[in-house]
């Protein structure tokens, strides 16, 4: 399920498409901003998969395939527009 609108509204999609066990492609930031401690753990709990379908997001993930859990600090993305 793509799930990419806008602002908080779209939180309850994404829970209620976790809860069916659909894998996301997140398409916005919102999601994991403002509702992270809410979102993470309904993925682990439904053993679901969320991936970055927004291109500076989806780059930043490309990049850490591979990288070992805990081997980088930080990641630093600029403002795009």
């Known amino acids: 399920v793509v799930t990419g609108?806008?602002?908080c509204?779209?939180?309850l999609p994404t829970i209620?498409?976790?809860k069916q066990?659909?894998?996301i492609?997140?398409?916005n930031k919102e999601t994991l901003i403002a509702g992270g401690p809410v979102i993470l753990p309904l993925l682990?709990?439904?053993g679901v998969t969320m991936t970055p379908a927004d291109s500076e997001h989806s780059a930043i993930f490309q990049?850490?395939?591979g990288v070992p859990p805990g081997?980088?600090?930080k990641v630093v993305l600029t403002a795009s527009g």
């Open 5 to 7: 609108i806008v602002g």
């Open 9 to 11: 509204a779209g939180l």
């Open 16 to 18: 209620e498409a976790i």
């Open 21 to 23: 066990k659909k894998r």
């Open 25 to 27: 492609a997140l398409a």
């Open 44 to 46: 682990e709990e439904y």
């Open 63 to 65: 990049a850490l395939q």
């Open 71 to 73: 081997g980088m600090r």
